[in-house]
């Protein structure tokens, strides 16, 4: 085995025999950080392979080739990042790109990944071409608030990725839009005109059914969308932490394509998420929401939810109830049951009821039992019960109060 100080230098270095391996240093001469090295194996001839930056380098008469057991061992960093806050990554990111596509083909979904630290890629517009799978991979810290693979804008109004892809992965990343806008001065929905840098983080176009998973993901100072997306078939969102945005998180879309349905927004959750200090005209725009925190101006838009009346609006699921903005069709509401089998009236504790908004109101409904025998398990359905009988007690907050 012998040493290679950089990629550079692997270039020059003929093996003194084919299977000679070679351990690389570092990919940049003088890098202190020695990042971007590994084992390579060496071939004495020519090759239809290609010299990749990361994977195969080409020498005159020679070549190298990385040893790779598991694409999860490789990054942008065997690619040349440098992940410093201010060098464009791009050419990096292109190169362990292209070689997902290349690698194995019995193994397509290969994603980019990043290790922790501050990425600068300027935008990479993918979208004329359709691909089967486009996926970021950053840290793997359980931790969705705190992801330590981090990109940072170019502070232009092109989107970062720009792809047309079927499916997509996105997990353990980071977005700092590097936007800011006067919001002492501007007190009401911050517009475009008014954000420093406009650009989004990610756009996809592929129409006709997309299926997109995003996990553990970090935005703040945005001016443009985050994630825009159109025609979304089975689509997951959890653990996403937004802080100071002056845009749109998801922008959901469709492409009123002839081949099917495709005029409204489908098959999409949101889980585990908040949402904090959000300026836009709207936050989010989501079919199925659990477990979401809206904090200090950040909200939900109903206007692109649905296109047809039983589609419109969404639903939000949390510990303290239910929220929807379309319609219901409910059996049993409620287990819960009170019992009185005494010859006097009681009082009975049913709960607390919160009224945000003035005029706003609650309707409760009980259902009752005549019946001698003392009830011993939750109600069954009311139509097969003797005696039934309902009532209704209306509540409702004032606006003097």
């Not at 070549?63 to 992940?83: C, I, M, Q, S």
Request: charged residues 20%; aromatic residues 12%; hydrophobic residues 35%.
């Amino acid at each position: 085995m012998i040493e290679v100080n950089c990629y550079a230098e692997l270039r020059t270095t003929k093996p003194a025999a084919a299977g000679q391996v070679a351990s690389l240093n570092r990919y940049y001469d003088k890098d202190s950080t020695f990042r971007g090295g590994g084992d390579f194996i060496g071939y004495i001839g020519t090759t239809t392979l290609k010299d990749d930056g990361g994977t195969i380098a080409m020498g005159d008469g020679f070549y190298w080739k990385r040893t790779v057991n598991d694409p999860a061992e490789l990054n942008v960093l065997h690619f040349g990042a440098k992940g410093d806050d201010y060098t464009d990554d791009i050419e990096a990111f292109m190169r362990m790109y292209n070689w997902t596509k290349t690698w194995n083909a019995n193994c397509v979904a290969l994603p980019v990944r990043f290790p922790g630290g501050k990425y600068l890629i300027k935008p990479i517009d993918l979208s004329a071409t359709d691909v089967t799978f486009f996926g970021l991979l950053g840290d793997d810290s359980p931790l969705g608030s705190l992801p330590r693979s981090i990109i940072i804008s170019d502070k232009s109004d092109t989107p970062v990725f720009k792809v047309k892809a079927r499916r997509t992965v996105i997990s353990g990343m980071a977005w700092n839009g590097q936007a800011s806008t006067d919001t002492v001065k501007n007190t009401g929905t911050t517009t475009a005109d008014m954000v420093s840098n406009k650009q989004p983080f990610f756009e996809n176009t592929c129409i006709e059914g997309e299926t997109v998973n995003i996990h553990c993901f970090r935005a703040q100072n945005t001016g443009g969308t985050v994630f825009k997306l159109l025609d979304t078939l089975d689509s997951k969102f959890d653990q996403i932490y937004t802080l100071d945005t002056y845009s749109r998180v998801f922008d959901m879309g469709w492409s009123n394509s002839p081949n099917g349905v495709w005029d409204h927004s489908a098959a999409i959750e949101l889980s585990n998420a908040n949402f904090q200090t959000g300026y836009g005209d709207a936050t989010l725009s989501i079919s199925i929401m659990r477990k979401i925190g809206l904090q200090s101006g950040a909200r939900i838009s109903q206007a692109a939810a649905g296109s047809t009346t039983f589609e419109y609006g969404y639903r939000r699921d949390e510990n303290h109830g239910t929220f929807m903005t379309g319609s219901l069709r409910a059996g049993y509401f409620s287990g819960y049951k009170v019992t009185n089998n005494t010859a006097t009236d009681n009082w009975y504790r049913l709960g607390q009821f919160f009224f945000p908004s003035p005029n706003q109101q609650w309707i409760i409904e009980l259902i009752g039992k005549a019946n001698a025998t003392s009830p011993s398990t939750t109600a069954t359905s009311p139509v097969d019960m003797v005696g039934t009988g309902k009532t209704w007690i209306n509540m409702q907050r004032l606006e003097t109060v």
